[in-house]
């Protein structure tokens, strides 16, 4: 996981407050912002929102099979290890970093979603 320094307009606090809320409180507030004309006209908001929701499915996904495979345990491990990142990652978002998460942001990028 790197950062990117990208140069955009400008990156105001209330975008830095819905990239922080789009990985706290995931699905809600990325589909909420993805509504949400004027949020989802903002890159840096978008930006966040399209990876904290691509990032939850793949997250989903994964936990289910494992949970099925470990009888539970491996989903209690990728809880507590997406629990950790997502707490990282809005605090980067928070202070107006762009955030590349390996697989998912290339991704996202590519289907043209950011």
């Given at each position: 996981m790197t950062t990117q320094n990208v140069s955009?307009?400008?990156v105001t606090s209330d975008d830095k407050l819905w990239g922080m809320l789009s990985y706290l409180l995931n699905p809600i507030?990325?589909?909420i912002a993805l509504l949400m004309d004027d949020k989802k006209a903002r890159?840096?908001?978008k930006y966040h929102?399209?990876?904290a929701l691509a990032y939850a499915v793949v997250?989903?996904?994964l936990s289910f099979i494992l949970s099925i495979i470990t009888l539970g345990f491996g989903g209690i491990i990728i809880g507590i290890?997406?629990?950790i990142l997502w707490i990282l990652w809005s605090v980067k978002a928070y202070q107006g970093e762009w955030i590349?998460?390996?697989v998912i942001t290339d991704?996202?990028?590519k289907q043209g979603w950011i």
């Open positions: 955009t307009p400008e507030v990325p589909i890159p840096f908001i929102s399209v990876q997250l989903f996904v290890g997406a629990f590349n998460i390996p991704f996202c990028k």
